[in-house]
């Protein structure tokens, strides 16, 4: 099995040997991931400025890809360019925090997965739900665990899992649950200030309100120290809405 590892936390991130050893245990492992952090960079892709692709060393010597673009463009050139076939499998992780409920839009690491996903290959993203987590053992144990479970049960084209994973000692995780996406809110996004050359600058910043927790949903699960999973659909389409607005538009819209 060819399996490709990128993240959003870039090749600095603490988790990366981690789950390249635990994933290494069930296939081939190829690591392509940002050359700096670009978390909240969502599904960008680069199109205006060339990408580079450079090897490096992690810390057991092992090789490692480095790119100047995004995570969905470390996806893009290890599916079509950088390795010999296409992987069987797209990990994006371990992310370091959460990626719950509306976050999921924001987060590299989760259209990281995203991206593999168009491009028709089984992925996950992976996330431990603290920005202090310094333990990532668990959560690459997890996602070998997993990995073997998709491998045997594809998932339906077009679907990738979301997978969060609280940050507690392996035995005081209260289980697993399927999950839906979550809503929260969040307090104090813009933040304005005055820069030493009294210019006023704009820091976006907010705090994640999870509000009152819903049944069922990611943020509830992860609150009671759950593992969340939730398979999530590249349609975004309001199916609900179709006909509404066809009846709203009726109206304007003279063509047959
Ligand atoms: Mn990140």
């Given at each position: 099995?060819?399996?490709?590892?990128?993240?959003?936390?870039?090749?600095?991130?603490?988790?990366l040997?981690?789950?390249?050893?635990?994933?290494?245990?069930?296939?081939k492992?190829?690591?392509?991931?940002?050359?700096?952090?670009?978390?909240?960079s969502?599904?960008?892709?680069?199109?205006?400025?060339p990408?580079?692709?450079?090897e490096?060393?992690?810390?057991?010597?092992?090789?490692?890809?480095?790119?100047?673009?995004?995570?969905?463009?470390?996806?893009?050139?290890?599916v079509?360019?950088?390795?010999?076939?296409?992987?069987?499998?797209?990990?994006s992780?371990?992310?370091?925090?959460?990626?719950?409920?509306?976050?999921?839009?924001?987060?590299?690491?989760?259209?990281?997965?995203?991206?593999?996903?168009?491009?028709?290959?089984?992925?996950?993203?992976?996330?431990?739900?603290?920005?202090?987590?310094?333990?990532?053992?668990?959560?690459?144990k997890?996602?070998?665990?997993?990995a073997k479970?998709?491998?045997?049960?594809?998932?339906p084209?077009?679907?990738?899992?979301n997978?969060?994973?609280?940050?507690?000692?392996?035995?005081?995780?209260?289980?697993?649950?399927?999950t839906?996406?979550?809503?929260?809110?969040?307090?104090?996004?813009?933040?304005?200030?005055?820069?030493?050359?009294?210019?006023?600058?704009?820091?976006?910043?907010?705090?994640?309100?999870?509000g009152?927790?819903?049944?069922?949903?990611?943020?509830?699960?992860?609150?009671?120290?759950?593992?969340?999973?939730?398979?999530v659909?590249?349609?975004?389409?309001?199916?609900?809405?179709?006909?509404?607005?066809?009846?709203?538009?009726?109206?304007?819209?003279?063509?047959?």
């Amino acid at each position: 099995m060819n399996i490709l590892i990128t993240n959003d936390d870039g090749i600095h991130s603490e988790s990366l040997l981690p789950l390249k050893e635990a994933l290494g245990q069930i296939g081939k492992v190829t690591i392509i991931v940002p050359d700096r952090e670009r978390s909240a960079s969502a599904h960008s892709i680069t199109l205006h400025k060339p990408l580079r692709v450079k090897e490096v060393r992690l810390p057991d010597s092992s090789k490692a890809l480095i790119t100047n673009g995004t995570p969905s463009d470390c996806v893009v050139l290890g599916v079509l360019e950088i390795m010999e076939r296409a992987p069987d499998l797209v990990v994006s992780g371990i992310n370091r925090g959460p990626n719950l409920a509306e976050d999921m839009t924001y987060s590299g690491t989760v259209c990281a997965a995203m991206e593999g996903a168009l491009l028709g290959i089984n992925s996950f993203s992976l996330s431990v739900t603290s920005y202090e987590a310094q333990d990532f053992a668990f959560a690459a144990k997890f996602g070998e665990a997993l990995a073997k479970i998709l491998v045997r049960n594809p998932l339906p084209k077009n679907v990738f899992l979301n997978v969060n994973i609280p940050d507690l000692p392996e035995e005081q995780i209260k289980g697993i649950e399927v999950t839906r996406q979550g809503k929260g809110k969040y307090q104090g996004v813009v933040n304005k200030g005055v820069d030493p050359k009294g210019r006023p600058y704009y820091w976006l910043a907010g705090e994640f309100d999870p509000g009152e927790l819903e049944e069922g949903t990611d943020l509830k699960a992860i609150a009671e120290g759950k593992i969340s999973i939730t398979p999530v659909k590249l349609d975004l389409t309001a199916y609900e809405l179709v006909p509404e607005l066809k009846n709203m538009l009726g109206g304007i819209l003279k063509c047959p």
